[in-house]
């Protein structure tokens, strides 16, 4: 999974940041996430979030897409500190398997520029807002504009699962003609997790769904952009799927 995906050129650099305040690939990140995964009728996806890059299909189980969503807190010590909501899906191209990420809040600028210009992730901003307590318990409200997006009350188990888990998060994204593959990995403590959550506005096709599993990743670290891939072309779009 970390070799460039065929037809793009591992050669092409994005070249520098023109923002300003964007660190450089790859970013080195620590904190900790809430996942939870859905199995959702295809045909109850919104066109956003169904179009995946090219040459690229949903992983699909019958009618239904595996989709995901993430909220995560990167804390101070890593390239970045800032919180986060994604929505993401596993897509596939014969036996390779990589996430694509069509919806994503993040509470920063740089985290938002950076997810664009090097990666092609269509970051935007958002109020995000978390009520930790120490048990592992956690409250996270999501906002932009002023409108809800979504909400999620968590209570993760007692016990962890057995030792350090890493895991391969490699990513395929395409945004404003630039198709980037990259590598990418989370190592962290796993524990089972107790999910409600709750969505609106364009995540509202996840509103009312109970969750296939959910998992608190505890202590992770993340890496994010290494051996990555870029095809720029003014033709690459979504729709081309």
Do not use: C
Not at 52 to 67: D, E, I, N, Y
Not at 130 to 146: F, L, N, Y
Not at 210 to 215: D, E, G, I
Request: charged residues 20%.
């Amino acid at each position: 999974m970390g070799t460039p995906t065929p037809g793009i050129s591992a050669a092409h650099d994005p070249g520098p940041d023109p923002r300003g305040g964007i660190p450089p690939e790859p970013w080195f990140l620590g904190g900790d996430l809430r996942l939870s995964t859905w199995l959702v009728p295809v045909a109850d996806l919104p066109p956003q979030v169904r179009e995946v890059p090219p040459g690229w299909r949903l992983l699909r189980l019958g009618r239904f897409a595996v989709v995901g969503a993430v909220v995560a807190h990167y804390a101070p010590g890593g390239v970045l500190a800032y919180e986060e909501l994604l929505v993401a899906l596993p897509v596939r191209r014969g036996a390779r398997l990589r996430i694509t990420i069509p919806q994503i809040w993040v509470t920063t600028t740089p985290a938002r520029d950076g997810g664009r210009h090097l990666w092609s992730i269509p970051k935007e901003l958002a109020d995000i807002t978390r009520e930790a307590a120490p048990s592992g318990s956690m409250r996270v409200r999501v906002w932009r504009d002023g409108v809800r997006l979504a909400s999620l009350a968590a209570r993760p188990a007692r016990r962890r699962l057995p030792g350090t888990w890493t895991l391969p998060l490699p990513t395929i994204q395409v945004l404003d003609g630039v198709r980037v593959a990259a590598t990418n990995r989370v190592t962290a403590r796993l524990r089972p997790l107790r999910t409600r959550w709750r969505f609106a506005g364009p995540l509202a096709f996840l509103d009312g769904r109970r969750p296939a599993f959910s998992l608190m990743l505890d202590e992770a670290a993340i890496t994010f952009g290494r051996n990555v891939a870029r095809h720029v072309s003014p033709h690459i779009t979504q729709e081309d799927a």
